[in-house]
Nanobody
Framework: QVQLVETGGGLVQAGGSLRLSCAAS????????MGWFRQAPGKEREFVAA????????YYVDTVKGRFTISRDNAKNTVYLQMSSLKPEDTAVYYC????????????????????WGQGTQVTVSS
């Protein structure tokens, strides 16, 4: 099992920045990659970004490219999502997810690729 805890959410004005953190514990050696998703009220869970634990591969949804950066600290088993130039439409609950590598044929942006999920952290961007 892998446990994930997200922190760093909050209220920010449009144009501002926030950094989310996701601390992983448990069988972290079994994880292949980490992802960030978000879910706004009344909407489906949406892929935001993903990063592999090794190498430099990162993936982003088009709507956040150039504004958000995903990174990792392998020594701390922590993944970050630096969010800049935030917009009201970025308002959502942000979830961290771990990919065990058990579903390699499923695309990075599909939630069912990921086996473990955090509890989520609220990000609210005011206009």
């Amino acid at each position: 099992q892998v446990q994930l805890v997200e922190t760093g959410g909050g209220l920010v004005q449009a144009g501002g920045s926030l950094r989310l953190s996701c601390a992983a514990s448990g069988r972290t050696f079994s994880t292949n990659a980490m992802g960030w998703f978000r879910q706004a009220p009344g909407k489906e869970r949406e892929f935001v970004a993903a990063i592999k634990w090794s190498g430099n591969n990162t993936y982003y949804v088009d709507t956040v490219k150039g504004r958000f950066t995903i990174s990792r600290d392998n020594a701390k088993n922590t993944v970050y999502l630096q969010m800049s130039s935030l917009k009201p439409e970025d308002t959502a609950v942000y979830y961290c997810a771990a990919d065990s590598g058990a579903h390699p044929s499923i695309m990075w942006y599909q939630p069912r690729r990921y086996d473990y999920w955090g509890q989520g952290t609220q990000v609210t961007v005011s206009s």
